[in-house]
């Protein structure tokens, strides 16, 4: 199992709400990397600096994947079938694998993509 996180994760992270951090902590400890895309850092993301310390801290053990031609593809397919538009989830959903955790401030748009995509994973409210 491993934790796939949303801008809404991260967000958490930023703010260091301490229930995303012993998450993330959890799940580091499990050598299990969570894992998300840089679309996702991007939602986030807008300064270096003093307000951005806790999520770069937290980005740092993070497997940050790309947003290419062959995600991006395959996450236009997924949101036509599930009749959605933000590729930012769409991708998102598409790094997870049966049995993972995916934690998102918008359970109900990731729940949809997730049951479209076919996949058997836990949604979880950052």
Known sequence: MRLVLDAGALVALGRNERAMWLRLKAALLAREEP????GVVGQVWRAHGPRQAALARALAGLEIRSLDLSLGRAAGELLGRA???????AALVLLAEDGD??????????????????????????
């Open 35 to 38: 894992v998300c895309h840089g």
């Open 101 to 126: 955790q995916i934690v998102t401030s918008d359970p109900e748009d990731l729940a949809q993509l997730a049951r479209t995509a076919g996949l058997e994973v836990e949604i979880l409210t950052a």
């Open 83 to 89: 009749k959605r538009s933000d590729v930012v989830d």
